[in-house]
């Protein structure tokens, strides 16, 4: 059973609203991530968090902004939703490693957001 | 930096048959190796992961897969397919800053009756 949890898991919403991604995790993982998946199912990394009022950026452009004020939330929001938008987005979280390694990241269950 | 190649978008096998899917990833440090699978409307599950140690790795599900270092390869492989084993698999590389995962761009993997 899943330890990190995404609400809600779809939505559709009109151009021009503000959404809120919710993710949650009960592990007390430190690291979190957001990813964005494509219809050609390829992710993308769009923001990650290292703790908390810690944020940055991923590898793609994204529109969209996280915050990070308590460890077990890491919610990511687009002010005005756009056609564009439509994707999966994939929240995930990591646990620290002995000795610096690394194990992998759990990940939620996804949110599948459509912009009409 | 890292980068992950799957060769392959789509996979069909029989029931019983072997399954191999394939990766080969760049990295300028010792990497971290992941398979994990994606079932339809569902997030990723962990198959499994390579870090140190033997090369050989065995996984959930009947699922095993081997680093081989000269060939900058780490393929999945399972001896028999189960219907229930359709689905998306991704492998992925750890970046050698943080703890960020590289994806590969998938391979879906069909099982025929």
């Given amino acids: 059973e899943a330890d990190i949890y ?27 991530y957001w990813y964005q998946q494509d219809p050609g199912m390829e992710l993308h990394l769009i923001h990650y968090s290292y703790g908390v009022n810690s944020t940055e950026k991923g590898d793609l452009s994204s529109e969209s902004t996280v915050s990070r004020i308590r460890t077990e939330h890491f919610p990511l929001t687009l002010e005005s939703a756009r056609p564009s938008h439509t994707s999966q987005y994939l929240c995930a979280s990591s646990a620290p490693g002995v000795a610096g390694g690394f194990y992998g990241y759990t990940f939620g269950s996804g949110t599948r957001l459509t912009v009409v | ?33 992941f398979w994990y699978v994606q079932y339809p409307n569902q997030g990723l599950q962990l198959l499994l992961k390579y870090t140190t140690g033997a090369t050989l790795v065995k996984g959930i599900n009947g699922f095993e897969a081997e680093f081989k270092k000269s060939e900058t390869s780490f393929h999945l492989t399972k001896p028999s397919a189960h219907m229930s084993d359709a689905a998306e698999y991704f492998c992925a590389v750890r970046a050698s800053s943080g703890d960020k995962l590289t994806f590969g761009t998938g391979t879906r993997l069909a099982v025929r009756p």
Avoid at chain 1, 17 to 30: A, N, P, R
Avoid at chain 2, 3 to 19: I, M
């Fill in chain 1, 6 to 32: 995404q609400t809600p898991r779809y939505l559709v919403i009109g151009t021009g609203k503000k959404i809120t991604l919710e993710c949650s995790q009960t592990m007390g993982h430190d690291k979190m």
């Fill in chain 2, 1 to 33: 930096a890292q980068s992950v190649t799957q060769l392959g978008s789509h996979v069909s096998v029989s029931e019983g048959a072997l399954v191999l899917l394939r990766c080969n990833y760049s990295s300028s440090v010792p990497p971290y190796l």
